[in-house]
């Protein structure tokens, strides 16, 4: 069978379909990203395409919905797998598929760590987090789950000039 230019593509499509759709994510139109809904964060799989070469990185993470915005954002986690080219359709098959395993495990993992904003409080008190970022998703989680005071001094160690 000779290679096309979405021959990778459709080997991951069909890998994560097999495997992340039971698992109740969605794909995102006909793209190589799926959501996985839990509520107040999503879950995100980015099977990401190279600029140079046909392919696929892994991205799993979590997006926090606390703040409003129109992007993606991997506000925890990020690159699980690095490059690897498509070479041919037998080769490929196997990668995809084990993309798509990797994906759901970290999947997984993450729901299994963030079954709450209490849970995501504590990770991020056990992180310490640093830079503005994470100690703003930190803040967050804090005062979402009542812990004001950690909340607040989490807020004010990054960013002093803001009064709590």
Request: net charge positive; hydrophobic share 40%.
């Amino acid at each position: 069978m000779p290679k096309t230019n979405t021959d990778h593509s459709n080997l991951l499509n069909k890998a994560a379909r097999s495997v992340l759709r039971p698992l109740g994510l969605i794909q995102k139109g006909r793209s190589r990203t799926w959501f996985d809904d839990n509520g107040w964060w999503l879950g995100v799989v980015e099977f990401q395409p190279s600029s140079w070469s046909r392919g696929s990185y892994l991205n799993v993470g979590c997006n926090w919905l606390w703040v409003e915005k129109d992007y993606l954002s991997f506000d925890e986690g990020y690159r699980v797998e690095g490059f690897t080219e498509f070479k041919n359709i037998n080769q490929f098959s196997a990668v995809a598929a084990a993309l798509a395993d990797r994906a759901a495990t970290e999947m997984k993992r993450y729901r299994l760590l963030f079954q709450s904003v209490q849970m995501v409080s504590d990770y991020y008190i056990g992180k310490n987090p640093n830079g503005f970022w994470p100690s703003f998703h930190a803040a967050m989680a804090c005062g979402i789950a009542g812990r004001v005071s950690a909340a607040r001094a989490g807020v004010r160690s990054h960013i002093p000039t803001l009064a709590c």
